[in-house]
């Protein structure tokens, strides 16, 4: 089988060069995307009276509801609100809400909030996706407008100004006039210079043992007298700094995975420039991860690799996988997959973002300055959670006056990477937009792969609230692949529902394994049929891990001089503190 001809892109050099300059002014998003959702809605909405009709009646309903609960105000004391606000939505979840006026300028807000979700759904004939992105838009404008935004009409920010005599106010211009400064000046956010790279973060002792224009290996020292046999390789997402898996000491995955007795290696990107321009999947296949396998099963001769890949990593070493199967290379032990995508179909809200017009408008940013900077997506992942991420900060932060303490994990949400335009094209068309890896189109190194052929027993993560890699979508890969696969479904999102040590509070899972040949089982099927278990999900991990990782011996040495891979600097070496 050959690689599919596709028709070779011919796009003016001057038109690529308007486009990246609009894209660096509308944040990436692509106007004639958006334009295009707008028309399909507005066309079909203007050529069905039957749903006009029916949005008429829920204008004159909603009025009825907020004129009768006016008016229950007036007789009791406490009326039954007419509207509740969605489980995630917590603006009004304060005791002042529930006072006059307030509760009415809440209940009219979310009255016509869910008017204008019927408004932008359930048009016969609109695209799914349009459908999703017009709901979605007129949802992040309607937020603008809320009630708990402004000083007069959220009754929190009016009783501080109160009890602080307006000094809450000023103590949030100040807060507004920093961040407004560290934004201009391409400072990291007020706080995060308390969490340093190899001093607070990043500090498990190890070597760098292996560089190439790509990655640093680093392998970590050993804590234990004997570790097991089967050493563990993790590939972290280069869309981050590997150092999340390396947190601080009390919640450092690489830290609880020593401490059991595994040699760690694990790969740090280097964070590429204007010159990586034309690295691609495959450079990141090739140099990346077949390169760091070849160097840990040098280092630990004799042995098969537990690998490990977290979000695109997980997707990469997918691929991998399925490519060292097609070349009968039997080098792995088993994979780990964690909040990692292999069929893209259902990928979340972060779909609303890609679509052929919104794609060739990326590229033509990338293609500009060589390279996507992950600020010029910051945007796109804040409007997913606005009101978390944006709304709740801004009446925190400059109408309250307060500061959120910074934790390590907010400090490195902000230490942003950089993709190289060849690699994040191929990335955002041939996974994202056309699926190619699930419906058995994607080849590397010229040939195709399929995850049908990986047989090493999986043991995949998904986590509950992942706006990025929902579980149902990492859940996919059990109609993928005819391997021994363990799916486990833990609390929190993709990044701390990941970071969820031992001890954590409030943190569960669910756990089940299919057996090779087994029946598919739906996910909400699965879901109902798992029970539950209390904690953190990192001692079961561990205990499938230690199950197939072989018997306890001494530890391998830090790098192997005699093969050329002497250790090159310490922990965490050079690539992660690239600005």
Known sequence: MSRPQHQTKTVDPYDRFLHGLEAKITGGISPASAMLAYLDWAVHLANSPGKQGYLVQKALRKNVLLASYLERLCTCKSPAPCIEPLPQDKRFSAPEWQYFPFNIFYQNFLLLQQWWYNATTGIHGVSKHHEEVVTFSARQILDIFSPSNFPLTNPEILQATLSTGGMNLVKGYQNFLEDWERA???????????????????????????????IELIQYSPTTEKVFAEPILIVPAWIMKYYILDLSPNNSMVKYLVDQGHTVFMISWKNPTEDDRDLDMDDYLEKGVEAALHVVRTIVPDQKVHAVGYCIGGTLLSIASAVLARDKKDWLASMTLLAAQTDFTEAGELMLFIDQSQVAYIEDLMWDQGYLDTKQMAGAFQLLRSNDLIWSRMVHDYLLGKRRPMIDLMAWNADATRMPYAMHSQYLEKLFLNNDLAEGRYFAGDRPVSLMNIRVPLFVVGAEKDHVAPWRSVYKINQLTDTDITFLLTSGGHNAGIISEPGHPRRHHRVGTRRENETYQFPDDWYEKTPVREGSWWPTWHDWLAERSGEKTKPPSLGDVASGYAPLSDAPGTYVLEE
């Open 184 to 214: 201009v000046l391409q400072k990291r956010p007020v706080g995060s210079e308390r969490f340093k790279v190899g001093k607070d973060v990043a500090v498990s002792p190890g070597k760098v043992i292996y560089r190439n224009r790509l």
